[in-house]
């Protein structure tokens, strides 16, 4: 398991990046790291979301995508915004596609 502050670190850097405020959540509904203060709000939903056959779902304006390590989901990505920021919603996607499953290997070697 990742640290929760190599965790912070990567999802500060990709706020940096897309201007969005993100969450990263387990599979158990544990928060790990946050760039926003009421996320807890979000947990229920990304609990629901772990039994989803769906890689991504929009819930009330927040946008939830899962994070697999080799095949196995371990994470809940929420990317918090409204439609207005629509558009950096592919982006979002591609950099936890990219940054999470690096920063696993990482910390697995």
């Known amino acids: 398991m990742i640290s929760n502050q190599i965790l912070q670190n990567t999802i500060d850097g990709l706020k940096g990046i897309t201007r969005i405020d993100l969450c990263i ?15 807890e709000r979000y947990v229920e ?10 890689d991504s779902q929009v819930v009330n304006g927040y946008q939830f995508f899962k994070v697999f390590d080799e095949h196995q989901l371990e994470y809940i990505l929420l990317a918090n915004g409204d439609s207005d920021d629509g558009a950096k919603r592919p ?16 910390n697995q070697q």
């Open 25 to 39: 959540i387990d599979v158990e509904g544990k928060i790990l790291a946050a760039t926003f203060p009421d996320a």
């Open 45 to 54: 939903h990304a609990q629901a979301f772990v039994e989803s056959p769906a």
């Open 91 to 106: 982006n979002i996607r591609r950099y936890a596609r990219l940054l999470l499953p690096s920063v696993i290997n990482i």
